[in-house]
């Protein structure tokens, strides 16, 4: 028995990408530029310009989101054991009622 595949057009796309890849005439990288991404002397300039801060104030910082992270979990858990008891209430009171 004979089964005739359709390819749909993402397979005929990456069927092409294949095809285009064993071309030898292109070439994938021009010459030695590894040289140029592994020195560490090129500083890219940014949009942005960020404050210095001294090690102390960023202790701070980094204490005060500490401190925010474990009540955001902390009411996460709340919330979490408050649903859980009211969906085992809500449960309890319709197999009671069911009877």
Not at 10 to 21: A, E, T
Not at 60 to 84: E, G, M
Request: aromatic share 10%.
């Amino acid at each position: 028995m004979y089964i005739k595949y359709t390819m749909s057009g993402h397979i005929i796309d990456m069927v092409n990408r294949i095809k285009q890849n064993k071309i030898q005439k292109r070439k994938k990288f021009k010459g030695d530029n590894r040289s140029v991404l592994l020195s560490e002397n090129i500083i890219e300039p940014t949009e942005y310009t960020f404050p210095k801060i001294s090690k102390s104030k960023l202790e701070t910082i980094k204490s005060d989101i500490k401190k925010a992270a474990r009540k955001n979990r902390i009411h996460s858990l709340y919330l979490l054991v408050f649903s859980i008891v009211l969906t085992a209430l809500i449960v309890f009171t319709f197999l009671k009622l069911y009877r």
